[in-house]
């Protein structure tokens, strides 16, 4: 038997633990254990937009109202029935919150693992790359090329910067959208961190970046030193009136309604991107201002891959996340789980909005 975490697709706090039995491997198939894996508020906007992007594809739980949450992490091939992945074979991507998987892996050519099962085909294309980590010489005692912390700071943060970073090279690539002042909501999430710390390594800038945020977490944003001001959600009228950009992480309805009203023409664009205020998102209704769009950081990348060509994009996200994982001593304290029940746990509590934004939760297996 199988373990997985099946989450209620009408009310995403609702998690259990379940057994499933074992799936057989085909020819041309791989099984994968998962290691460890990352809990963040990136999980929830999966959950909370899984059938508006398709998250709820990827990994399906063939049980009806149920799903699986998509998950970064580590798996290790624990059974192979193909060439292109060899028994002991760490891989490095986006995971079900599972004790194990069954993939279709392909060799891409580009030192990368793509999971070809049929169901994933139309699926973007990013979440469907694995990067192996290593490749044992014993199929009994494969040797691990990372530390359980370099395992976790990369589930933890190299999706979620590399979310900031591209949200920071579509704002340059449309030169801010002619704004004098970037708008950061839900700042003490990691993506809208990394993006503040992204906006402000510019020496000349022709913006001000301004963090919103709760009242309880506006000492850690200030602490990061990367705003130049930190606004609670109470007091957002008090932003001054100037042409702006709204970056919303959360999907808070009732502030984005606050926001565009108190800032109208001058709002040049809103970007939703996350939602971690996922019990408060509601769709926008006639707001004054630029109609608020959905960024896709998977549209992003594949528009700079035709700008640029193959593999400039990921070297750059690459860079700007370990530039910014550098100092994460100083902002994040790593906090491992041990077994899939705490998965259970973390995901409600996260859902919740009860997690402290200094944290980083991964589990083991």
Do not use: C
Request: charged share 20%; glycine share 8%; hydrophobic share 45%.
């Amino acid at each position: 038997m199988v373990a997985q975490v099946l989450v209620d697709q009408a009310d995403i706090t609702l998690a259990k633990l379940v057994e499933v039995n074992q799936e057989a491997l085909d020819d041309g198939q791989a099984r994968v254990a998962l290691e460890s894996f990352a809990m963040t508020a990136n999980n929830v906007t999966y959950a909370a937009t899984g059938f508006v992007i398709g998250y709820w594809k990827f990994f399906p739980s063939g049980v009806e109202g149920q799903g699986i949450v998509p998950v970064w992490g580590v798996a290790r091939v624990t059974e192979s029935r193909t060439d292109a992945v060899a028994v002991g074979t760490r891989l490095y991507g986006f995971w079900p919150m599972a004790q194990e998987w069954v993939i279709t892996p392909q060799d891409t050519g580009e030192g990368m693992i793509l999971d070809a099962a049929p169901h994933r085909a139309d699926l973007p294309a990013v979440y469907n790359r694995y990067a192996p980590l290593h490749n044992a010489s014993s199929r009994d005692a494969p040797v691990r090329d990372a530390s359980a912390q370099d395992d976790h700071l990369r589930a933890l943060l190299q999706p979620l910067l590399a979310t900031s970073f591209l949200l920071f090279d579509w704002l340059s690539d449309n030169d801010w959208f002619g704004a004098e002042q970037i708008i950061v909501g839900s700042a003490s999430s990691k993506t809208g961190l990394g993006l503040l710390k992204f906006l402000a390594e510019p020496a000349a800038r022709p913006y001000s970046i301004i963090g919103l945020t709760s009242e309880r977490n506006r000492g850690f944003v200030t602490g990061l030193g990367a705003a130049d001001q930190v606004v609670g959600y109470d007091a957002l009228e008090t932003i001054a009136r100037r042409p702006s950009v709204y970056i919303d992480m959360a999907g808070n309805a009732d502030v984005k309604f606050r926001l565009h009203t108190h800032l109208g023409a001058l709002m040049r664009h809103s970007a939703a991107v996350g939602t971690s205020h996922w019990d408060k998102f509601a769709q926008p209704q006639n707001l004054p201002g630029a109609k608020p769009r959905f960024f896709f950081a998977p549209a992003q990348i594949q528009k700079r891959r035709d700008d640029w060509g193959p593999g400039v994009i990921e070297r750059q996200i690459t860079q700007a996340w370990k530039r910014l994982a550098s100092d994460a001593g100083s902002w994040l304290t790593v906090r491992p789980h041990a077994g899939l029940h705490e998965a259970v746990r973390l995901h409600q509590l996260i859902a919740a909005g009860q997690a402290d934004p200094r944290d980083g939760h991964v589990i083991t297996l």
